[in-house]
């Protein structure tokens, strides 16, 4: 499922293709995707119109035309903006498209491919609840720490579900944050509100860097899910920092993977020790 990471990869690329262009034609087959609205909304809504910005809030793009409007885009399981000559693209599961025109670089086409289509392709006037209602991102935005801490004290939950909660923080999704409690050396675990200040400004810094970490390794190559991850699937094998065996819970219905040793609930316990280098 895409994480933020792999959802601000899709909006530089859309970014390179169409900020500053024309839209000459839209289309979309897929009226489930467009709700509450329907194709042919869709195609008179963006046909003639400039885009004027691509933006992300957590796993939502927002492409703002030059009169107003917004295209909203969440790309749920298997969402993927695609331009038109890349070998990947498959017709069968092309859910929209967008033909474009620009100065210097002629005529080109991006599509919206979604095989599974838990997506979602939004045009509105305004911007919809589902983007107003988004915490903070935390590589657009950044993360202020004491708002961050505030917002964990006043939860109760254990804190890797908060962290998934999109009112919280934008984007991060299951593998960011087993990753960033691993970094942090938190047990997922640990209730919300039993997370201090100085252990919300640690984990402020491991969600940072494991998202950086993420977006530097899918920028590299394709197989990036080879080797990168920490804990993430790797219960059963020797935690990388003590050699102790990684465990699996369920937190929240999803599958989290942690370390018993090195990954603690004791904020004392995990003020002695020394944030993780990687
Ligand atoms: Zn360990």
Not at 45 to 62: D, I
Not at 123 to 134: A, F, G, M
Not at 209 to 215: D, G, K, R, S
Request: hydrophobic share 40%.
């Amino acid at each position: 499922m895409p994480e933020l990471p792999d959802v601000e990869i899709a909006r530089r690329r859309l970014e390179r293709s169409l900020a500053g262009a024309t839209i000459r034609a839209a289309s979309c087959n897929d009226r489930w995707l467009l709700r509450p609205r329907s194709p042919a909304h869709f195609s008179r809504a963006l046909a003639g119109r400039t885009v004027r910005s691509v933006a992300r809030r957590g796993k939502w793009l927002r492409l703002l035309l030059d009169d107003g409007t917004r295209i909203f885009s969440h790309l749920g399981m298997t969402g993927e903006w695609l331009n038109a000559d890349d070998a990947r693209s498959e017709a069968r599961s092309e859910r929209a498209r967008l033909d474009v025109a620009r100065d210097k670089h002629g005529a080109s086409s991006v599509r919206y491919l979604d095989s599974r289509r838990f997506g979602r392709l939004v045009v509105s006037e305004r911007d919809i609840t589902e983007w107003t209602e988004l915490g903070p991102d935390p590589l657009a935005d950044g993360i202020d720490v004491s708002r961050f801490a505030a917002a964990l004290q006043r939860r109760r939950g254990a804190i890797k579900a908060v962290l998934m909660d999109q009112t919280v923080l934008a984007g991060i999704g299951n593998i960011i944050a087993t990753e960033a409690l691993w970094r942090a050396r938190m047990d997922p675990r640990t209730p919300s509100n039993r997370v201090d200040g100085a252990g919300a400004a640690r984990l402020a810094r491991a969600l940072k860097a494991e998202i950086l970490h993420e977006l530097r390794m899918r920028t590299r190559s394709d197989d990036y899910r080879q080797n990168v991850f920490s804990v993430y699937g790797r219960a059963g094998e020797a935690c990388k920092r003590c050699g102790t065996t990684i465990q699996r819970t369920v937190i929240a219905g999803r599958t989290t993977a942690f370390c018993p040793r090195c990954q603690v609930r004791s904020m004392k316990a995990l003020h002695r020790r020394r944030p993780s280098s990687r």
